[in-house]
């Protein structure tokens, strides 16, 4: 039987796990960072992951082997080649940490910050700056009560996320982006 999903939709049902494994790791990098008693002054931690392991030898051949995806994660900085034009900092917001994994055929970007606003205010903000860079809203502003917003370009291939959580007057945000290498540049 044929599933009815369709392939942009699994595109972007897969997508949106990579953006929500992207903001898993910056939350862990800046929960890290926090109860870390290391030393304080070091503002960036980056890792490669190793190559997993295979339980079938691959053949000794240029063409078997594939590219490894590589990370890097900063803590209140934001990691070399991050696409600030695409995933720009609101005014005011104070960085907490910052990643990239860049794969083959799209690489993910995410930042969590903080900012003295309401979260409508923060929502409206990246509504707005990812719209005009050709980003379309999807429906639907808060999952399980937390606002959150999905925008795609690309017929699918980009998409772009924000999550908010408000203690107080602060908004703690997390920007995610699955995008093509040409965003990168």
Sequence with gaps: ??????????????????LMAAAASSAVVLLAACSSPSNPNAPTASATPAPRASSTPAPATASAVAPTPSAQSAVKTLVAGFPTTVLPLMSGATLQASSIEHSTPVSVASLTASVNAPSADVLAYYSKAFTDQ??????GDAVDGVPTKTFVRAQGQEIATVLIVQTGSTATFTLGATLLPTSFK
């Excluded at 050709?134 to 429906?139: D, V």
Aim: proline share 8%; hydrophobic share 20%.
């Design 134 to 139: 050709g980003f379309s809203a999807q429906p």
């Design 1 to 18: 039987m044929r599933n009815s999903t369709s392939r942009p939709e699994r595109t972007l049902q897969l997508t949106r796990r990579h």
